[in-house]
């Protein structure tokens, strides 16, 4: 099973300020399946960026996803008071099928 | 509009059984692949399982932690999919979210439904 380190766990950042959240994978994963999420309190998680680094409909520039491999970045550029959140990245293989999730970064308003 | 909507949580016993329910509307329910992933209290997000569509033969696939425990099925008549759980225990406590798969990722996603596991 792929594992995904996500880091930070918190990083505290005032509205303007740029994050910069890491995913690790403990094996190479494809980039077509690398998924990352945003989270808020009491709802459910929608789709930021996909394949890496596509930005999901609707989802505003400053967001943007890189990487490939083992080692993923996503970067929020100039944050919003709604940006604060729980971020997480997900990868999907197929042998066998399944899922697995960072453990998630959280996005602080310092 | 797409809208998936879980049902049939609650508080059960640890031992017992619970089947949740997840209906979608505003999308060709019987093509799309439905995964079940679940948050515990205060936690991150863990894969639970999915279901293919009737044509891929609804192949199921489940997460080693629940697989001798869950079972999901679908009733593509009722735009519905199942997660059965059996002999529940504390660590089930959680948020059981549905969402329809694509390419690996949850697309659309419920609402949550809520299992408290507690004698």
């Known amino acids: 099973e792929i594992v995904l380190t996500q880091s930070p766990d918190t990083l505290s950042l005032s509205p303007g300020e740029t994050a910069t959240l890491s995913c690790r994978a403990s094996?190479?994963?494809?980039?077509?399946?690398l998924t990352w999420y945003q989270q808020k309190p009491g709802q459910a998680p929608r789709v930021l960026i996909y394949g890496a680094s596509t930005r999901a409909t609707g989802i505003p520039d400053r967001f943007s996803g890189s990487g490939s491999g083992t080692d993923f970045t996503l970067t929020i550029g100039s944050l919003q008071p709604e940006d604060f959140a729980v971020y997480y990245c997900?990868?999907?293989?197929?042998?066998?099928?399944?899922?697995?999730f960072g453990q998630g970064t959280r996005v602080d308003s310092k | 509009e797409v809208q998936l909507v879980e049902s049939g949580g609650g508080l059960v016993k640890p031992g017992e059984s619970l089947r949740i329910s997840c209906t979608g509307s505003?999308?060709?329910?019987?093509?799309?692949?439905i995964t079940w992933v679940r948050q515990a209290p205060g936690k991150g997000l863990e894969w639970v399982g999915r279901?293919?569509?009737?044509?891929?033969?609804?192949?199921?696939h489940y997460a080693a932690p629940v697989r001798d425990r869950v079972t999901i099925s679908r009733d593509d008549s009722k735009d519905t999919v199942y997660l059965q759980m059996n002999n529940l225990k504390s660590d089930d406590t959680g948020i059981y979210f549905c969402?329809?798969?694509?390419w690996g990722r949850g697309e659309y996603w419920g609402h949550g439904a809520l299992v408290t596991v507690s004698s």
């Open positions: 997900q990868q999907y293989s197929d042998s066998p099928p399944s899922w697995t």
């Open positions: 969402t329809t798969e694509y």
């Open positions: 279901i293919k569509a009737k044509t891929q033969n609804e192949e199921t």
């Open positions: 094996q190479s994963v494809n980039n077509i399946f």
């Open positions: 505003g999308l060709a329910f019987s093509h799309a692949w």
